[in-house]
């Protein structure tokens, strides 16, 4: 009876016995990728250095424990067996070695490939590789995988990534699976047996409202996921790409009300950032715990735009425990003025203890009304606790 199970088992079609490896991401992942700062100027030291400066910076402790070698670490060919190799200047020692240190300080290690027959910088892609390729990161230690989607040419999105996903189930080793195919084919509706994330806009810069395709400002990606909170939640999750958070062209408040807002999103929050050269100011949004416990909340909801008005957006998250995070993000060039009655907020249902959590403040409850200036592309930032009843 066991070998005719068995021989049923291995008659059934490959795409059935795979799937993705579940339970890897309960929460938005989070750690550092090396392309918004390095492009594909990335090499083995530069991987250690930025390593060691995510451990010294605090950034590991806050939850960071990713670290993804984006586009640029091949060679510039496959080897006479079709294998992957990386480039042996950068990385004489091979990516098996890399991720050894990583592991050895904590972190757990990702790569970058593509869906296609190159990277987006000309590097060998996975098409038609995608089992020899998932066995190779198996065997270099590889716990994440970013898979980009340029020179696809015809190849249709979910069969092509479901066919990397079948080779990373059948190579054995766990893989967050991270489908970085830029929304182009609404993943959100079919990649949920498929990855764990999913890119839902073309690429993010350093840029405010930038408009410009594939180089995006964070207030204009914003608001293309509104309406896209019904398709996330533990082990799928939809990405508006990495975090810009410190970098030049962002000022201290764009920073942190890109940070504040993506944590309202439910994130992965990929920071992208020279760790290694970071201002206090920088590093005190990034690792500020009260605003990261509201991205990597278990209850797993992404939020909403509650509410907009000319240079006032409203964004709420549901929390566990019946706890609300509400961000009001003034998106105009000038300071205004938020006054706040609570019951106009519909989704709360009695009174709640108000904290201001980037001042580490509490306000009282919801009760009285609060009133105060948000300065330009700011935010303010709630974290609404229900009042417990007085005991007996």
Request: aromatic share 12%; hydrophobic share 40%; net charge negative.
């Amino acid at each position: 009876m066991k070998r005719l199970v068995l021989l049923l088992i291995l008659c059934l079609p490959a795409s059935i016995l795979a799937q993705k490896f579940a339970g890897l991401a309960p929460t938005p992942p989070m750690g550092w990728n090396s392309w918004n700062t390095f492009g594909v100027n990335v090499d083995e030291k530069l991987i250690k250095e930025m390593a060691d400066a995510m451990v010294s910076s605090g950034m590991q402790k806050a939850g960071y424990n990713y670290i993804v070698i984006d586009d640029g670490w091949e060679d510039m060919a496959r080897d006479k067996q079709g294998n992957l190799i990386p480039d042996p200047k950068r990385f004489p020692n091979g990516m098996k070695a890399v991720g050894d240190y990583l592991h050895l300080k904590g972190f757990k290690f990702g790569i970058h490939n593509c869906a296609g027959t190159k990277t987006c910088s000309g590097f060998p892609g996975g098409r038609g590789h995608e089992f020899e390729d998932a066995r190779a990161y198996a065997s270099w230690g590889v716990d994440y995988l970013k898979y980009d989607w340029c020179n696809h040419g015809t190849a249709n999105a979910e069969e092509t990534y479901k066919t990397m996903r079948d080779g990373l189930y059948a190579a054995g080793r766990p893989v967050v699976f991270s489908l970085c195919e830029w929304g182009n084919n609404k993943p959100w509706l079919w990649a949920q047996d498929v990855g764990h994330l999913w890119r839902t806009t073309g690429d993010i810069t350093d840029c405010y409202e930038c408009q410009d395709v594939y180089a995006l400002g964070w207030k204009y990606i914003l608001k293309l996921q509104i309406g896209l909170e019904k398709y996330a939640g533990p082990d799928h999750w939809n990405d508006p790409d990495m975090l810009e958070v410190g970098m030049p062209k962002l000022s201290l408040a764009e920073s942190r009300a890109h940070f504040s807002l993506w944590c309202i999103l439910a994130a992965p929050l990929m920071a992208g950032n020279d760790v290694r050269k970071m201002s206090d100011e920088v590093r005190a949004i990034l690792t500020n715990q009260e605003v990261i416990a509201i991205d990597q909340d278990p209850l797993g909801k992404q939020g909403y735009q509650f509410m907009e008005h000319p240079g006032k957006q409203i964004w709420v998250k549901e929390l566990s425990d019946g706890k609300w995070a509400a961000c009001f993000f003034n998106d105009s060039d000038e300071k205004v003025r938020v006054r706040v009655h609570w019951p106009h907020l519909s989704f709360l249902k009695g009174d709640y203890e108000v904290r201001d959590v980037w001042q580490a403040k509490n306000l009282g409850t919801t009760a009285k009304n609060f009133d105060g200036d948000i300065a330009p592309h700011d935010v303010i930032l709630f974290k609404l606790s229900p009042v417990k009843p007085a005991a007996p």
